[in-house]
């Protein structure tokens, strides 16, 4: 299946990609120790990755996972468009070619490519492709006895979610590693201030205020070689059916700092609106330019998420926690990290690089023996954002049981791709006549 995402983050990955390459090629930057032959004769401790979905997030993925263990080799890539994968391949080669052992007959193309990929001699899979195919590529992956990193969000409406946590559970039997893409639980500065919060240095939390204002994103015009389908995959973040609308794509990760503030609760309900109002034409598909939500908890505390993606507009990303005794903030753009009650906190520790960090612990815990599983967190994390987005779309106050509990799909089954597909799109959502229960 596909597997380029042109994620919105990735500008930073595309900065990593260039800067690291330029310091590992040709260079004893990483203490590789093994010895590698065209059979790909190994040592024992050799960590076989594969990639499925090659895209900018894929990429980058791939290249910090290679970056993060100097034994970790990737040796099969998969995606649905031959272009993107040269591309990730080309890229992956300038970071470390001696990390980098796909020969040609494992190099995969088709919407059966991620299954090559799993019935190769692979340790651990990489699943980045647009968040419609999370759930069943997940799935496919832990039956096939193969440790996960799943980027966010891990899916795009409840039943997806569901088998999301049916397939954790499988995992936990199995021994397997699960590691999700929820990038600032691996932040630390963020770790540390969060487990200020949740050890109650503000009190109890009352209130979460978190922000995420930006600009517009990549579009690809349409070619007149490309069916509908195509033109849809290669502009998947536009509609909801494939990336769950901006608010579980991206905002998500807004919302799992929410979640995480309040100790990984799950609200009782949630209200909201949301709409488009600058990127109206069809182009943009089908999904919003501004979300407001509230989450309201067993405490009767709030969750109160605001987001646009509006070009000219002022742009800020952060989250407030007002606790009883005290409060946090934590703003991406200024970097800051603090707490206060009685007096001021400020993160002063190590900095680190979270994209890298979350490979380094899955690699050890492999290693190890001792499996760590995030498949609760990341499905109800995901879970928050298709409330936000529910709750948008429709108008209606929505609980928590009524949203997971939801059989609404929007898109086609995991067999059911082809390339003449004709996916029907549902209009733009308009908050008090659409249906989404």
């Not at 895209?55 to 263990?69: E, N």
């Not at 922000?211 to 909801?240: A, C, F, H, I």
């Not at 990341?378 to 997971?404: D, H």
């Not at 089954?413 to 659409?434: F, H, M, N, S």
């Amino acid at each position: 299946m596909e597997f380029s995402t042109g994620n919105p983050e990735n500008k930073k990955r595309r900065t990593f990609l260039k800067t690291t390459g330029k310091a590992l090629v040709g260079s004893a930057a990483l203490p590789l120790v093994f010895n590698i032959n065209n059979s790909f004769g190994m040592k024992d401790d050799i960590l076989k990755v594969g990639l499925i979905g090659c895209g900018g997030r894929g990429t980058g993925a791939a290249a910090q996972a290679l970056k993060a263990d100097p034994n970790a080799m990737l040796t099969c890539m998969a995606d649905i468009f031959s272009d993107y994968l040269d591309e990730s391949y080309n890229a992956l080669i300038q970071v470390n070619p001696l990390q980098v052992q796909v020969a040609e007959d494992h190099k995969f193309i088709g919407f059966d490519a991620y299954q090559k990929v799993l019935e190769s001699d692979v340790d651990v899979v990489i699943l980045t492709t647009p968040p419609a195919f999370r759930p069943g590529h997940f799935k496919a992956a832990v039956q096939s006895g193969k440790h996960v990193f799943c980027e966010k969000p891990v899916a795009v409406d409840a039943p997806g979610v569901r088998s999301v946590l049916e397939t954790a559970r499988l995992a936990e039997e199995k021994g397997l590693n699960v590691v999700s893409g929820f990038t600032f639980r691996y932040d630390f500065p963020k770790r540390a201030l969060f487990e200020k919060i949740n050890s109650g240095e503000i009190g109890e939390v009352m209130s979460v205020l978190t922000v995420r204002n930006g600009g517009g994103l990549w579009y690809k015009e349409r070619q007149p070689s490309w069916t509908e389908m195509e033109y849809q995959l290669r502009n998947w973040y536009y509609y909801d059916w494939l990336s769950g609308d901006y608010i579980v794509e991206m905002m998500v990760h807004s919302l799992d700092m929410m979640s995480w503030a309040f100790g990984d609760k799950l609200p009782l309900k949630a209200t909201g609106t949301g709409g488009r109002q600058s990127r109206t034409e069809e182009k943009w598909g089908n999904i919003y330019d501004h979300f407001a939500i509230e989450y309201e908890y067993e405490n009767g505390a709030k969750g109160i998420h605001f987001s646009r993606q509006q070009q000219g507009c002022s742009n800020v990303n952060k989250a407030e926690v007002f606790g009883k005794n005290g409060s946090a903030v934590v703003d991406i753009g200024r970097q800051t990290h603090r707490i206060q009650n009685d007096s001021l906190w400020d993160y002063e520790g190590e900095k680190n690089n979270p994209y890298e960090t979350q490979h380094e612990e899955l690699f050890a815990a492999i290693r190890a023996g001792k499996p760590m599983n995030e498949g609760d967190l990341m499905a109800n994390s995901t879970m928050l954002a298709i409330l936000g987005r529910m709750v948008g779309y429709s108008g209606q106050t929505i609980t928590w049981e009524q949203a997971i509990n939801s059989n609404q799909v929007l898109g086609p089954a995991l067999d059911e791709y082809r390339w003449d597909l004709e996916w029907p799109v549902p209009p733009v959502a308009i908050p008090g006549k659409t249906k989404v229960l």
